[in-house]
């Protein structure tokens, strides 16, 4: 059975968001603020944590930041605010995927299952045996330790940021369609659009330095890696 923890200051917010949760099968636990939910963290292991950004006591980004020092859980983000900057600065840090509210229970829980498997995968790659790297000039891509060195400095690169690039790298100089990019690296039942292809895309290459130009933006099709 997943656990999942629930962090909201609206106790409305986290009842029916566990009943939603309980009912498709998850064990769930509660958290009212930041503070409690990194007390939390450390103390016990959650497959997802459903964080709320405006908190009182500690807000979500910073306790995400906090959680992230001892943990590599999964997080879907519950914001009010929709802006560019909020879902930079939430992917920067290694959140997983962004809800706006108000949202539908179901779309959370859709997209709660979607985050579990695709950790469930990474992990998998990270038990096995056999080595899948590629390297472009000073850049070293280890598919299997999900690790990214740029002229032997290893690059900070976010759980989303790590699956596009490897998609990328595994499908290079072939050119992918946004659609085709959500497919493979989001899933199917991903409820996004475009733009979330778009931004993480622009993250990536930020996070790449100089090596950012392999990502090539094919206008009116999507983007291919270059090798």
């Known amino acids: 059975m997943y656990r999942v923890l629930i962090v909201d200051d609206e ?3 986290r009842r029916g968001l566990r009943e939603y949760a309980e009912f ?3 064990e769930v636990d509660e958290a ?3 503070m409690e939910a990194v007390d939390k963290c450390r103390a016990e292991d959650f497959d997802l944590v459903v964080m709320d950004v405006m908190m009182p006591k500690l807000d979500g980004f910073t306790a995400c930041q906090e959680i992230r020092k001892f943990k590599d859980t999964p997080f879907l983000m519950l914001t009010a605010r929709a802006e560019e900057y909020d879902k930079l600065f939430g992917f920067a840090l290694g959140i997983d995927d962004y809800v706006t509210k108000p949202f539908s229970p179901k779309e959370v829980m859709a997209r709660i299952q979607v985050i579990i498997m ?3 995968g990474r992990r998998a790659i990270r038990a096995g045996s ?6 472009f000039g000073g850049m070293i891509i280890d598919v299997t330790a999900r690790s990214v060195a740029l002229d032997g400095v290893k690059a900070e690169l976010t759980p989303k940021e790590y699956d596009l690039l490897f998609y990328l790298v595994k499908n290079r100089n072939i050119a992918l369609s946004r659609e085709k990019l959500l497919s493979g690296v989001w899933g199917y039942d991903f409820y996004g659009d475009d733009r979330t292809v778009d931004t993480h895309i622009k993250t990536l290459r930020m996070a790449l330095g100089r090596y950012k130009n392999h990502i090539v933006t094919l206008r009116g099709v999507g983007y291919k890696f270059e090798a």
Request: net charge negative; no cysteine; aromatic share 12%.
């Open 32 to 34: 009212a603020n930041g």
């Open 24 to 26: 498709m099968g998850y």
């Open 11 to 13: 106790d409305a917010i």
């Open 130 to 135: 056999v080595n899948e790297i590629y390297q």
């Open 118 to 120: 695709r950790n469930i």
